[in-house]
């Protein structure tokens, strides 16, 4: 075992190279290093955006790459952002995204406080509530649409059994007002155990001692709960929002294949929308546009968020 | 002790916890079971939970219907290859990012994550486009490099996120006994954070193995992976919902095995090094 390193350290790099190395200081090696990895997020990340932004100024169609593109200015963002359908495709975004963080931060803050010191099978059983986060949305979308069903569902015959109702009288996913819920319920049932799981993260690492303090002091457990648990554990609280918050704004594969969008355009979230406009109607220039106000929105937001998020840590 | 836990307690947690275990995981044995069952037990009403005539025939039809083998393979080596090669382009990153921080260094890391806000739609197109061009659409190899490409910023985040945590001074000490820059991220800083790097492997395989819409769109019939047979059985045409449930079941089984054999590096990846 000891072997084998020695005998590398022992051969060494060779003297030209070495001296090469040895002359750059620890921060140049540092920029080599990174170099890469920042170079090729540019190739994928920022070359098609900046292409997508060109684009977005166009009027530009894909399926018709003979036709003269012409050059529009902001029509493509006047026209979107008057548009009333995509503000209705917003708005069930933002139905989504605040129900659903809303729903996984109360549960899964609620379980975490509730369970909090580790107990017989710990190991085990967080191996079974992570199970949902490592299943395909494409095969998770398909198994609640299953349970969804009328009739046969699981979903509705448990429902029934509790409100007393027709298992076959409603329909999560056929229903106008349902099927908004539907999706909200698929991705809490999935994602809760991973807002759980930061929050558990966060509360077992306060320390008791902070807690035998304020007993000696004669804190209520309530004022206990909000001057000690809450604050600690917002950092954690706050990142598991941040990156459900990045995920669900980009929601696609679960919706698709539990609702494809419907009924109507009810489910019918941003990146949905983007893709029917982009290769259904193949409105290249329009949905360019569409994609970039997307972004800076995400991007506007979630840098407001970290700030906030830093300061909360700093503190 | 002001968090003394008695025996009551203890065990009504434990009750709390496994309760909201098995309303967790029902939904996925529902579905395993139902594989098993003929289409008409699949839909009967009353629901059936254990008491029917167990059968494998949807798993043969399943078989039969689409090689089951060869999307398993394509799908093991885009995931894999594609989290291996990130990994290797990471570590030096995320090492000069832990070991020699500057000013920038965590605009750099916000810029990555910054990279993966974009909806996946806006840039299709483009690396469409570039695929074509390069001639690599529904290859194998043209996955693998757009999946690294896609999970490299979260490779990069957790990483560095657990080289962090090693404190430089050993890094520095190895430094004074002479061992080369190679030799200090090679024998030194990996094996110190190989829990933490088989996290960050585990979770972009995991990542990489579920990712349905580059999968979807840049491959046809050739290096389709597993997204695309579960996409190929979810046309509700005829309801065939056992059918449906074994090809769910077939889909999800290697990642549960993986799984199972790798819990704990698993749990700290899916939470990005949040849980030990």
């Given at each position: 075992m000891t072997h084998a390193p020695m005998e590398k350290i022992a051969r060494a790099t060779p003297a030209p190279v070495a001296r090469r190395i040895k002359g750059l200081s620890d921060r140049a090696i540092a920029w080599i290093f990174v170099a890469p990895s920042i170079f090729l997020l540019l190739a994928v990340n920022i070359f098609p955006l900046i292409w997508t932004i060109r684009l977005s100024f166009t009027d530009y169609r894909v399926n018709r790459p003979n036709r003269d593109v012409e050059w529009v200015g902001l029509r493509n963002y006047e026209r979107i952002l008057t548009d009333d359908g995509i503000w209705a495709t917003m708005q069930a975004t933002a139905h989504f995204l605040i129900w659903t963080i809303v729903l996984q931060v109360i549960i899964g803050f609620a379980l975490a406080y509730l369970i909090n010191k580790k107990f017989k099978g710990n190991d085990l059983w967080t191996t079974v509530i992570v199970l949902p986060m490592m299943l395909s949305p494409a095969v998770v979308g398909n198994f609640w649409t299953f349970l969804y069903?009328?009739?046969?569902g699981l979903f509705n015959y448990v429902i029934a059994f509790f409100?007393?109702?027709?298992?076959?009288?409603?329909s999560m996913i056929g229903d106008v007002n349902l099927a908004p819920w539907a999706i909200v319920i698929a991705d809490t049932w999935m994602w809760t155990p991973f807002v759980m799981l930061i929050c558990l993260a966060g509360l077992r690492s306060i320390p008791d001692s902070i807690y035998e303090a304020a007993e000696c002091d004669r804190a209520s457990k309530w004022r206990q709960f909000w001057t000690i648990t809450i604050p600690m554990a917002l950092p954690f609280l706050m990142l598991a929002v941040l990156f459900r918050g990045i995920e669900n704004f980009k929601m696609f594969d679960l919706v698709v294949q539990l609702t494809g969008g419907g009924p109507g355009n009810t489910t019918t979230l941003t990146s949905i929308d983007l893709k029917r406009e982009a290769?259904?109607?193949?409105?290249t220039g329009y949905s360019s546009a569409y994609a970039v106000i997307l972004f800076v929105t995400v991007f506007g937001l979630a840098s407001i968020y970290v700030k906030a998020l830093n300061k909360v840590k700093e503190r | 002790m002001a968090r003394a836990v008695t025996p009551q307690r203890k065990a009504l947690n434990t009750a709390i916890a496994w309760g909201i275990g098995l309303l967790i995981f029902f939904p996925i044995l529902w579905t395993i079971l139902t594989s098993f069952k003929t289409e008409a037990q699949a839909i009967s009403d009353p629901p059936v939970f254990l008491f029917f005539d167990w059968t494998l025939e949807n798993y043969s039809v399943v078989q039969e219907r689409s090689d089951y083998m060869r999307f398993l393979w394509n799908s093991v080596i885009i995931a894999g290859g594609s989290t291996i090669l990130g990994i290797i382009i990471a570590i030096p990153a995320a090492w000069s990012m832990a070991f020699?921080?500057?000013?920038r260094t965590k605009d750099i890391l916000l810029w990555m994550l910054s990279t993966?806000?974009?909806?996946?739609v806006g840039v299709l197109y483009p690396i469409y486009l570039i695929f074509i061009r390069m001639g690599i659409l529904d290859t194998r190899m043209g996955l693998v490099v757009v999946l690294m490409l896609i999970n490299l910023p979260i490779i990069v985040w957790m990483l560095y996120t657990y080289f962090r945590?090693?404190?430089?001074e050993i890094l520095e000490a190895a430094r004074m006994d002479g061992a080369s820059l190679k030799e200090e991220i090679l024998y030194v800083l990996t094996p110190m954070a190989m829990p933490g790097i088989a996290s960050t492997l585990l979770l972009n395989i995991i990542l990489a193995w579920n990712e349905a819409f580059w999968t979807l769109n840049l491959t046809?019939?050739?290096?389709?992976p597993l997204t695309a047979f579960i996409a190929s059985y979810s046309?509700?045409?005829?309801?065939?919902y056992a059918k449906l449930s074994a090809a769910s079941t077939m889909a999800i089984a290697p990642i549960l095995i993986l799984g199972w054999f790798s819990q704990k590096q698993l749990v700290s990846g899916l939470t990005f090094g949040a849980v030990k």
């Open positions: 069903q009328p009739q046969i409100t007393g109702a027709d298992p076959a009288s409603f290769f259904e109607r193949w409105r | 020699v921080p500057s000013k993966k806000m974009l909806p996946a945590e090693i404190p430089g046809a019939a050739k290096a389709a046309s509700p045409e005829g309801l065939f």
